[in-house]
């Protein structure tokens, strides 16, 4: 079951892909670790409206990005055996609810979002 009202969803859903990098080299290393993260409306027009750079014309879905890259540090520092540092965070918004958490329970709160460990 899609979260909505209509086809409008109310909140924004994003995936954050962790890699690791070498610390030498710099390349990325093969463990990563994935986090889907539930971003209230809400949060984004409260994140909207406390950030004055931001302009009225930016996309709900960017701000949601750069809200659920906050959480991957917060997240990665809860979960078993985390990549190790240092780490590249790639973050997409998704265009609807993503299966891989149909039925789950979130894994972690933190400041109104929802996070899932994949």
Do not use: C
């Not at 809200?67 to 917060?74: I, Q």
């Not at 780490?87 to 109104?112: C, H, M, N, T």
């Amino acid at each position: 079951m899609t979260p909505g009202v209509g086809h409008l969803l109310v909140n924004v859903y994003v995936q954050v892909t962790v890699t690791a990098q070498d610390p030498n080299s710099g390349q990325m290393l093969r463990n990563f670790r994935r986090v889907f993260v539930e971003v209230p409306r809400t949060r984004i027009e409260r994140y909207r409206k406390e950030s004055p750079k931001i302009g009225a014309d930016t996309a709900d879905e960017r701000l949601a990005e750069d809200l659920a890259g906050d959480v991957a540090p917060y997240a990665l520092g809860r979960i078993p055996d985390p990549p190790p540092g240092p780490w590249r965070v790639d973050k997409v918004a998704l265009s609807g609810y993503p299966s891989e958490i149909e039925g789950r329970q979130y894994d972690l709160s933190f400041d109104s979002m929802k996070a899932w460990f994949v």
